[in-house]
Nanobody
Framework: VQLQASGGGLVQAGESLRLSCTAS?????MGWYRQTPGKQRELVAS???????NYSDSVEGRFTISRDNVQKAVYLQMNSLKPEDTGIYYC?????????WGQGTLVTVSS
């Protein structure tokens, strides 16, 4: 399975970004994780193929995950970004007990 992510960048606090990720096949669950220096990679948001979502408490209400199952894509709309949202965001897909990872995309939020 290959995952192709895009959409990171540099923004100011309060602004928005949209991340996109396309998979080479249909996956049960897709989502986004992020990693910051000195911390473990953490779940940001995920969505199953039947639209069950899971959000980190730190992004609940600001970020929205969505999927296009026809296009095999997952999106993360990030609003009201904060400096602490800065990190490398990784697209993740889960199928049949296996995790797959895309290349990271850097999100930098300046104060």
């Amino acid at each position: 399975v290959q995952l192709q992510a895009s959409g990171g960048g540099l923004v100011q606090a309060g602004e928005s970004l949209r991340l996109s990720c396309t998979a080479s096949g249909t996956m049960f669950k897709m989502g986004w994780y992020r990693q910051t220096p000195g911390k473990q990679r953490e779940l940001v948001a995920s969505m199953t193929i039947d639209s069950t979502t899971n959000y980190s408490d730190s992004v609940e209400g600001r970020f929205t995950i969505s999927r296009d199952n026809v296009q095999k894509a997952v999106y993360l709309q990030m609003n009201s970004l904060k400096p602490e949202d800065t990190g490398i965001y990784y697209c993740n897909a889960y199928q049949y007990g296996r995790n797959f990872w895309g290349q990271g995309t850097l999100v930098t939020v300046s104060s």
